[in-house]
């Protein structure tokens, strides 16, 4: 099959627009040769029919080719690279919007939850189980006109609001740039409380006050959220691999 019939079964697969849909263009600008752009390609086809359950749920499948655009973006070294990371990053992406969705506020918990039972899970069956978690949020259309508003509004924020921000996006980029393994959790904990304190400091907040310690718990989530990703795609790339617990 060639590169536009494979272009072609993914957008229809997805059941995105003609005008939503760029990945031509994504996939020009990252690689050269013909033969590994039909790789890739062949690589995301198989990976969205592990979502075929939940084909006709649109709004759902946008989310999907969303992550496939995003996980293009990023910088891979070989193309199995591409495909490890298409896995993550689109399991991060939906347990994310479902926490936001059911407004949990004992996230700790709650993705301690997802990885234990999700531990032993293949790539298919795990989908499966996350797509059953996700369906009645792609279809609440209350909740999906709300995304839609938020997607489309330039959001403003007051001075206390943007330095958190700037706070929490220096935090991403940060976790970004580390080696996020579980043997060394500890560690990253308080490395990232230390990277915290700095920028607090940066921004003359106090590190003792309601609002910066309710941060300081806040970015703490994003790094457990990270460590979870790891536990769970360790454990479905080996089924004999024992968890290591998040602390």
């Known amino acids: 099959m060639d590169l536009e019939s494979k272009l072609f079964e993914i957008k229809a697969y997805l059941s995105i627009s003609e005008e939503d849909f760029n990945l031509r263009n994504k996939i020009d600008n990252y690689f050269d040769s013909d033969d590994t752009k039909i790789e890739i390609l062949s690589k995301i086809i198989l990976f969205i029919y592990n ?3 939940f084909k006709k749920i649109q709004p759902f499948m946008h989310s999907v080719y969303n992550c496939i655009e995003k996980t293009l973006e990023l910088k891979i070294e070989t193309i199995n690279d591409f495909n490890e990371l298409l896995i993550k990053n689109t399991i991060m992406y939906f347990i994310q919007h479902y926490i936001d969705y059911a407004q949990l506020t004992q996230k700790r918990q709650i993705l301690k939850l997802l990885s234990d039972s999700l531990d032993r899970l293949q790539i298919q069956p795990l989908i499966i189980n996350l797509g059953l978690l996700l369906k009645p949020m792609y279809q609440d259309q209350n909740y999906l006109d709300q995304l ?3 997607e489309e509004i330039e959001i403003t924020y007051d001075s206390n609001d943007q330095i958190e921000v700037q706070i929490k996006s220096s935090v991403d980029n940060w976790l970004r740039s580390q080696q996020i393994d579980l043997d060394n959790q ?3 904990k308080s490395q990232l409380k230390e990277y915290y ?5 940066d921004y003359n907040l106090s590190i003792e006050s309601d609002n910066s310690q309710r941060i300081l718990g806040e970015i703490m ?3 457990t959220m990270k460590l979870t990703m790891v536990s769970l795609m360790d454990s479905m790339a080996d089924e004999s691999f024992e968890p290591v617990p998040i602390k």
């Open 51 to 53: 979502f075929s359950m």
């Open 221 to 223: 989530e994003m790094l």
């Open 148 to 150: 839609k508003f938020i």
């Open 186 to 188: 500890n560690e990253l």
């Open 197 to 201: 304190n700095e920028l607090a400091k």
